[in-house]
Structures are given as structure tokens and as C-alpha cells.
């Protein structure tokens, strides 16, 4: 009789009570919020929670694909818990009732605690719960009543011919073997009777939390985007100089490779036909504005490159995109901003804050309330259906996607998610510049090669780029046009390549005159800086 251990296909069973759990969750999510599965529900929590050198490293690991990696590493988690209580669940079946009881439990708290819930945000925990709890008991009845290894008879152990077989005793259905036994085994049937019922566990689970995604596709905001004509700007249109791009590399950023960090786990999805904007606080009137009252104001449109606090030297977490959208200074000189209040606390509808200095915002920079984005309207992953843009400042404390709330206030009244965590709460963006072309460990062929790639200083401009290789002089680099001190600049230069080993630096020297620093320091607390260097090898 072919035989296999029994503990295994406990594992197995509380991962495919886990699978099914979740796939439930997601199909009922689809009639409340997508943020309220229980997989997004708590890895925003451990968003929230985590140690700020946890968050910082798994930006610098992960990039944007940060959120990615905590929805696998969540999943993992979970695997290894349902794993453990199908074990567990074995011995004592009321085990395995109460560790998915618990899963529901956490699930649901952790959904009631995000910003914009309501008691129906507990639904999808709860119900996917139900349903695991059904799927473990099913499945555990199935591995049941079984005898233990010591009670299976050898093969060679026939009763004579006429003679009864003594009988066999059977463990009672979820009891293990008895202390000391040894371990339970299940005969091929009750295997493959097994295997089969997990596989369609969990198989179902997928097709049915793939139902969910798409049904929740088809309910999101994407056809609501695709309905609005945005106004044209009033003034001049932002084009972007012909002669602006150099080596390949292209001066604007499109809407699918700019890059995205936020503490959203997935994109919230607003509806811009009951959206509002409030601005609220130390202000004479307080205002509130829907996206039509947004839609019939005058537009400026800007090329404007934003740029993440997170961004390593040599980073891609920078982007320049051309933005239209309101003036946030003429909506806070509607308000009337009130003496003191040196602080804007910008709120997302999901709960995320940033504190901008009240003084950059009015005083004359292209700082807007976005609209567009390269277009076409914001995509929701950047914010639709509106969103903060400042020119000259870290997006950590001035590019709120999402935007639903601009309180008036003081930076001694109030500290925005970040500034509790540790960084800065004044993030001007620093001077710095990259290399694109060659890419670092490369190898490239003697004679004319071309180095090229972006220096920034927004709202202060870029006035000079040099390069030197292997510590030689430093040495002018060709700079592209630009529209404005608030975008970045591309830069080139020709290099006569020696055959060998060699390495490359580049800096930038800001309008001011002030000079990118060499100093090393990494992105907490307000921006790293340093000369990217890298080395490529010239056949």
C-alpha cells in the first residue's frame, strides 16, 4: 500500500483554506473598497508601522516595486501561518478554526483603521474567514479517520486461507496518533481524494480572486478619466525644446515610466463627479471646490520634474512631465490666509499628509493643483483626479496625489506623516546629476564615445555640467535647452575612450553658482548627495 505522511497534507490543507479566504475576500471587496482586502488592509498597516529604516530599505532594494514586494512578503507570512495551523489543526481541529478566526479578526481591524472606512470594510475579512474556516473543516474531514503507521498491517501479514483478518482499530476523524505512535500515513485513495479537493480549493480561490480584480476593474474610475475634456491653458502652452533631448535620452518623462512612490498600497479610487476640494484652517473663508468648479478656472500649464527624497545618487526615482492644472497661489489668496499660518498640510483621501512652507506656494513658482499630466488626465496611479505639484521641492512634503483636503496651519501645530518619521521638515531639493549613458559596467568600444545624462536643480536652474574620468581635469559638458529653472537639464559630452579600465564622474553647478557637493550622505533625512561615479571597461 502506497503511503505518504500525513503532516504534509495539514500544511496544505490551512494553505488552501488560506487561498480560499483570501479569493473570497477579494470578490467581496469588489462591493466595497479594494483597500479593504485584507492583504492591502494590512500591509497598509505595516506601512504605517514599520520602522522608517525599513521603509527606507526597501525603497533603495525594491524601488518602485516596493508595494509589490510587501503584498508577496504579506502573502508569504500568511502562507507560513495557514501552514501552521493546518498542523496544528491535525491534533486539535478547534485549533485551525480559531487561527482562521484570527486571521478574520485581523484582517477586519486592520480594515476599519484606514482612512474613508466604515463598518462594511470589516465585510471582506469576515466573510473570506467563513469561507477558509468551511474549506479547512472540509478538508481536515478528509484526512480524518485513518489508521496510524504502527496499526497498517504487512504486506506479509495475510490471514491463512479460511481465517478471519483481525480487525483493524481507527483513530477518531482529526486525532492524531496516540502519544508515542507513530506517525499517521494515508493510503493512495485517501491521497489522491485529498490532493484533488485542495487542488480545486485552491484553484478556485485564484479564479475567484481574479474575478474579484477584474470585476473591480470594470467598477473602477478609468471610464470616468477617459470622460474628461481637459480646458486649455490659459497663456502660453509648454512645448518642449526641439533640440532638448541628447544621446537617446528623452527630456520628458512618459506617464508609464514615471516613477511612483507613496503609501499606497493600491491606487484609490475616487470618483471626480462627487469629489471635492476643501481648504480649510487659519483662512478668513474657508472654500470647497468640486473637479467642474477645478475644470472651469484658468490654467497654467508647466513642464515641472518632481523628485522622491528617497532617490539614491545615480537614482531613477526623478521624472519630468508637462502638468496643467490651478495656481495654488490665487486659490489661497481667495481663502484669505491668515497670519501665522506658515504651513499647508495637503491631505489625501487616504488618510497621507505632507506639510509645504505656505511661503513657496505664493510666491510666484508654478505651483498648482494638477489636473493633467503629459495631456491627458492624471492616470490614477499619479493621482486622479487631482494632485499637488511644487517645483523645487521633495514630494514628501509637497506632491499629495489623490487631494482632498488643504488645511492652513503652522509647522509648530502640526507634523505630516514623514516629519513624524523622521525626515526633514524643510525638503528643498538638492543639486545633483546622473550619468545615463554609458550605463555603469559596461563595456564599450575605443574612440568617440558619448556620455550623457540629467542635472537638476528646480526652481534654482542648472548653469554647468562637467565630467572628468579617472581623476583627471574636470571637463565642460554640452548643455541641452530647457524651458524653465524648475526642469531638469540633459547634458552630453564626447570622450576620446582608451582601451582598459576606467571610471567617470560627473557634477553640477546650480544658477546660484553653488557646485553639487562630493560629500556622501545617503537619502534620510533630506536627500542624499554625491558625485554619481561609475566605471566601464573600453575594449
Request: net charge neutral.
Amino acid at each position: 500500500m502506497s503511503v505518504t505522511r500525513r503532516p504534509w497534507y495539514g500544511a496544505l490543507a490551512g494553505v488552501a483554506a488560506a487561498a480560499v479566504a483570501l479569493g473570497v475576500a477579494e470578490l467581496v471587496a469588489v462591493l466595497i473598497s479594494a483597500r479593504s482586502t485584507p492583504l492591502v488592509a494590512v500591509g497598509g498597516v505595516v506601512i504605517d508601522m514599520v520602522p522608517e529604516t525599513a521603509k527606507s530599505f526597501a525603497i533603495e532594494l525594491f524601488g518602485t516595486y516596493d508595494k509589490l514586494a510587501l503584498l508577496i512578503g504579506t502573502g508569504l507570512l500568511l502562507a507560513a501561518f495557514a501552514a501552521a495551523i493546518g498542523l496544528a489543526a491535525l491534533r486539535r481541529p478547534w485549533i485551525g478554526l480559531v487561527g482562521v478566526a484570527l486571521f478574520g479578526v485581523i484582517g477586519a481591524t486592520a480594515a476599519l483603521t484606514r482612512t474613508g472606512a466604515n463598518l462594511t470594510w470589516s465585510l471582506p475579512s469576515l466573510v473570506g474567514a467563513a469561507a477558509g474556516a468551511t474549506a479547512l473543516s472540509f478538508l481536515l474531514r478528509l484526512i480524518g479517520p485513518v489508521a496510524s503507521a504502527a496499526e497498517v498491517a504487512p504486506a506479509a501479514d495475510v490471514a491463512p486461507a479460511g481465517e478471519v483478518a483481525p480487525a483493524v482499530d481507527v483513530a477518531p476523524a482529526g486525532d492524531v496518533a496516540a502519544a508515542g505512535a507513530a506517525p499517521v500515513r494515508l493510503s493512495a485513495t485517501q491521497r489522491r481524494t485529498f490532493l484533488r479537493a485542495a487542488g480545486v480549493a485552491i484553484g478556485g480561490a485564484a479564479v475567484v480572486g481574479v474575478a474579484g480584480h477584474a470585476l473591480a476593474q470594470r467598477r473602477n474610475v478609468e471610464s470616468a478619466r477617459a470622460a474628461v475634456a481637459l480646458p486649455t491653458p490659459s497663456g502660453r502652452r509648454a512645448v518642449a525644446p526641439a533640440e532638448a533631448d541628447v544621446a537617446g535620452l528623452d527630456y520628458t518623462t512618459s506617464n508609464q515610466t514615471f516613477y511612483r512612490i507613496d503609501t499606497a498600497l493600491v491606487p484609490p479610487q475616487v470618483d471626480p463627479t462627487s469629489w471635492t476640494l476643501m481648504i480649510k484652517g487659519r483662512v478668513r473663508r474657508e472654500l470647497s471646490f468640486t473637479f467642474d468648479d477645478l475644470l472651469r478656472r484658468p490654467m497654467i500649464e508647466r513642464f515641472v520634474t518632481l523628485a522622491c527624497v528617497s532617490n539614491e545618487v545615480g537614482g531613477d526615482l526623478i521624472g519630468n512631465a508637462r502638468w496643467l492644472g490651478v495656481p495654488l497661489k490665487d486659490l489661497l489668496d481667495e481663502a484669505g490666509v491668515e497670519a501665522g499660518a506658515d504651513q499647508v498640510v495637503s491631505r489625501s483621501v487616504d488618510g497621507f499628509t505632507a506639510g509645504t512652507p505656505t511661503a513657496v506656494l505664493t510666491d510666484g513658482r508654478d505651483a498648482m493643483i494638477a489636473i493633467g499630466m503629459n495631456g491627458v488626465p492624471l492616470p490614477v496611479k499619479h493621482g486622479f483626479p487631482a494632485r499637488m505639484v511644487v517645483p523645487g521641492l521633495y514630494g514628501y512634503v509637497s506632491a499629495t496625489k489623490w487631494l482632498s483636503e488643504l488645511e492652513l496651519s503652522s509647522f509648530g501645530d502640526f507634523d505630516a506623516y514623514w516629519i513624524r518619521r523622521g525626515w526633514a521638515q524643510q525638503a528643498p531639493i538638492k543639486t545633483e546629476s546622473r550619468i545615463d549613458t554609458p550605463q555603469a559596467e559596461a563595456t564599450v568600444p575605443a574612440g568617440s564615445v558619448v556620455i550623457a545624462g540629467v542635472a537638476w536643480a528646480q526652481h534654482r536652474g542648472i548653469s554647468a555640467v562637467e565630467v572628468r574620468v579617472d581623476d583627471g581635469a574636470w571637463l565642460p559638458a554640452t548643455l541641452a535647452a530647457t524651458v524653465s529653472i524648475d526642469t531638469w537639464r540633459l547634458w552630453s559630452l564626447r570622450w576620446g575612450a582608451t582601451p582598459g579600465r576606467h571610471r567617470i564622474q560627473v557634477r553640477a553647478t546650480d544658477n546660484g553658482g553653488a557646485a553639487q557637493t562630493n560629500v556622501e550622505v545617503p537619502p534620510f533625512p533630506d536627500g542624499a548627495t554625491g558625485w554619481h561615479t561609475i566605471s566601464v571597461t573600453v575594449d
